[in-house]
């Protein structure tokens, strides 16, 4: 299977280039499917595409991620020689791809201690019909670490510190991924929720009125310029976010590229299929039995239901738009069940969508 794998800088010059950072782990693109380049080994691919001189195709892939940069999201990408791109927030992301201002935007969906992102599941809920062309491609596990930040010299160390600080900053996720140190050494100290880990790093290393700390990564802390005055202050060593990689469908550059993790995480319930589907869903359950008989589906269709998440449909309360996530190894006697599984949804449900299949990074059998 020839590989993509981060076309080289040199190459391909892009305008908002990242350089490699401490992250000890990256994606890498491969090709999946027989296509006309799929033939071509790697300098091959690259002399195809000088001689058709595309400027579409000698682009670096553009990546768009929730930023400033040194945020987790970025930290997952920060190793691909792609034309890095943040943003500041998870919409303006979605509205990046779905515009097809970039190729893939990296997206946090859920994460082992705090469970799901429930911003990302709104953006996928996608009840406005904004990001129709929006899918899932791919998956990333970046295993989490947060430190204590705080502006560089304010506190000689964390056995000195003075309990002065008066405000903590992050992004929603992390703090409930920290509640054991925060009970243990801030209690009642204000929380601002701020757009990324990173966000929070930028704020308190400029700020030099406040007493602030923030939570991030020990490469945010490097990037802004802090101190870091505690280290891995996550309630578990196994704390890990799941991202989910998405495309444009109606964008050709990566129609046949497929997502790999060099060294995925090991620990964690390892499942036999190789492939996930996500799938969403809106049903009226005033009848009984109306999600089971949607679930019975998933099952006739030989797909296993790895996940199930819910939130408001906002058309009425206390009904809600279902995601299901399941799992299945493509074989030529199911190629077509997701395609059957839709159709026979569609009969029982409403704004039912099909929102990608991708390589289960955790699969016993990748
Ligand atoms: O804020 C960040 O750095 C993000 O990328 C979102 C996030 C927050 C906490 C854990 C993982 C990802």
Not at 171 to 190: D, I, M, N, R, S
């Given at each position: 299977?020839?590989?993509?794998?981060?076309?080289?800088?040199?190459?391909?010059?892009?305008?908002?280039?990242?350089?490699?950072?401490?992250?000890?782990?990256?994606?890498?693109?491969?090709?999946?499917?027989?296509?006309?380049?799929?033939?071509?080994?790697?300098?091959?691919?690259?002399?195809?595409?000088?001689?058709?001189?595309?400027?579409?195709?000698?682009?670096?892939?553009?990546?768009?991620?929730?930023?400033?940069?040194?945020?987790?999201?970025?930290?997952?990408?920060?190793?691909?020689?792609?034309?890095?791109?943040?943003?500041?927030?998870?919409?303006?992301?979605?509205?990046?791809?779905?515009?097809?201002?970039?190729?893939?935007?990296?997206?946090?969906?859920?994460?082992?201690?705090?469970?799901?992102?429930?911003?990302?599941?709104?953006?996928?809920?996608?009840?406005?019909?904004?990001?129709?062309?929006?899918?899932?491609?791919?998956?990333?596990?970046?295993?989490?670490?947060?430190?204590?930040?705080?502006?560089?010299?304010?506190?000689?160390?964390?056995?000195?510190?003075?309990?002065?600080?008066?405000?903590?900053?992050?992004?929603?996720?992390?703090?409930?991924?920290?509640?054991?140190?925060?009970?243990?050494?801030?209690?009642?100290?204000?929380?601002?929720?701020?757009?990324?880990?990173?966000?929070?790093?930028?704020?308190?290393?400029?700020?030099?009125?406040?007493?602030?700390?923030?939570?991030?990564?020990?490469?945010?802390?490097?990037?802004?310029?802090?101190?870091?005055?505690?280290?891995?202050?996550?309630?578990?060593?196994?704390?890990?976010?799941?991202?989910?990689?998405?495309?444009?469908?109606?964008?050709?550059?990566?129609?046949?590229?497929?997502?790999?993790?060099?060294?995925?995480?090991?620990?964690?319930?390892?499942l036999e299929t190789t492939h996930k589907?996500?799938?969403?869903?809106?049903?009226?359950?005033?009848?009984?039995?109306?999600?089971?008989?949607?679930?019975?589906?998933?099952?006739?269709?030989?797909?296993?239901?790895?996940?199930?998440?819910?939130?408001?449909?906002?058309?009425?309360?206390?009904?809600?738009?279902?995601?299901?996530?399941?799992g299945r190894t493509p074989?030529?006697?199911?190629?077509?069940?997701?395609?059957?599984?839709?159709?026979?949804?569609?009969?029982?449900?409403?704004?039912?969508?099909?929102?990608?299949?991708?390589k289960d990074?955790?699969s016993?059998n990748a």
């Amino acid at each position: 299977m020839p590989r993509l794998t981060c076309l080289s800088a040199a190459l391909y010059p892009s305008r908002n280039r990242c350089s490699p950072h401490r992250s000890n782990r990256g994606l890498r693109w491969t090709q999946e499917q027989t296509s006309s380049l799929a033939d071509i080994e790697i300098d091959g691919f690259r002399s195809h595409l000088h001689s058709h001189k595309s400027f579409s195709s000698i682009m670096a892939l553009r990546v768009a991620f929730l930023g400033p940069l040194a945020s987790f999201s970025h930290q997952s990408f920060a190793r691909l020689s792609a034309d890095l791109q943040p943003k500041s927030s998870f919409t303006d992301a979605f509205a990046a791809l779905q515009q097809n201002e970039v190729d893939y935007a990296v997206i946090p969906c859920e994460n082992s201690t705090n469970g799901s992102v429930v911003q990302t599941l709104d953006l996928l809920a996608d009840r406005d019909n904004s990001y129709a062309d929006v899918k899932v491609c791919g998956e990333y596990y970046l295993t989490v670490h947060h430190c204590l930040l705080a502006r560089k010299g304010l506190y000689p160390s964390w056995s000195e510190y003075d309990g002065s600080i008066t405000k903590l900053y992050t992004h929603p996720q992390a703090w409930g991924q920290c509640e054991t140190f925060l009970g243990k050494y801030f209690k009642g100290v204000e929380r601002q929720d701020v757009s990324s880990t990173s966000k929070g790093g930028e704020i308190i290393s400029k700020d030099t009125k406040e007493r602030g700390g923030a939570i991030a990564s020990r490469f945010a802390a490097e990037h802004h310029g802090t101190d870091v005055l505690v280290e891995n202050i996550e309630d578990r060593a196994d704390n890990t976010t799941r991202f989910l990689i998405l495309r444009n469908v109606l964008a050709e550059r990566t129609a046949q590229l497929e997502f790999e993790q060099p060294n995925p995480p090991t620990e964690g319930c390892a499942l036999e299929t190789t492939h996930k589907t996500l799938i969403s869903f809106l049903i009226d359950h005033t009848a009984p039995g109306a999600l089971a008989n949607t679930l019975l589906i998933f099952k006739n269709h030989g797909l296993n239901l790895t996940s199930i998440n819910t939130r408001p449909s906002l058309k009425n309360p206390w009904q809600y738009i279902f995601f299901v996530e399941c799992g299945r190894t493509p074989s030529e006697e199911n190629k077509d069940a997701v395609y059957k599984a839709i159709n026979d949804l569609k009969q029982v449900t409403e704004l039912c969508r099909d929102l990608g299949t991708w390589k289960d990074q955790l699969s016993a059998n990748a």
